[in-house]
Nanobody, 126 residues
């Protein structure tokens, strides 16, 4: 059974930076597209970014472009999300998940990803 665990969240002031990590186990991490999603109170979960299994292609929601960078280290079974220039509207619980099959990254659809971790809270103060 696949296991994912997020870490690196915290409380930062607007304009600050955080790097989130997601460690994976019990499945061949190197063979899966991986995504970051977030959910704020009272809102639906939304896709933030996704990276293909080999790290060749990355996708971002419009609000993240130019500020966030997704990366992965297949040797360490770890996914990262570098977040710069954070804004209060970035406040949410952040989750990582693996694609349910090939070619899921571009759509960033929550129903095409699974094995969600417990999440890590990101809070950005103004």
């Amino acid at each position: 059974q696949a296991q994912l665990m997020e870490s690196g969240g915290g409380l930062v002031q607007a304009g600050g930076s955080l790097r989130l990590s997601c460690t994976a186990s019990e499945f061949p991490f190197h063979a899966y597209d991986m995504g970051w999603f977030r959910q704020a109170p009272g809102k639906e979960r939304e896709g933030v970014s996704c990276i293909t299994w080999n790290g060749v292609s990355a996708y971002y929601t419009n609000s993240a472009k130019g500020r966030f960078t997704i990366s992965r280290d297949n040797g360490k079974n770890t996914l990262y999300l570098q977040m710069n220039g954070l804004k209060p509207e970035d406040t949410a619980m952040y989750y990582c998940a693996r694609g349910r099959g090939p070619g899921k990254c571009p759509g960033l659809r929550t129903d095409e990803f699974g094995d969600w971790g417990q999440g890590t809270q990101v809070t950005v103060s103004s």
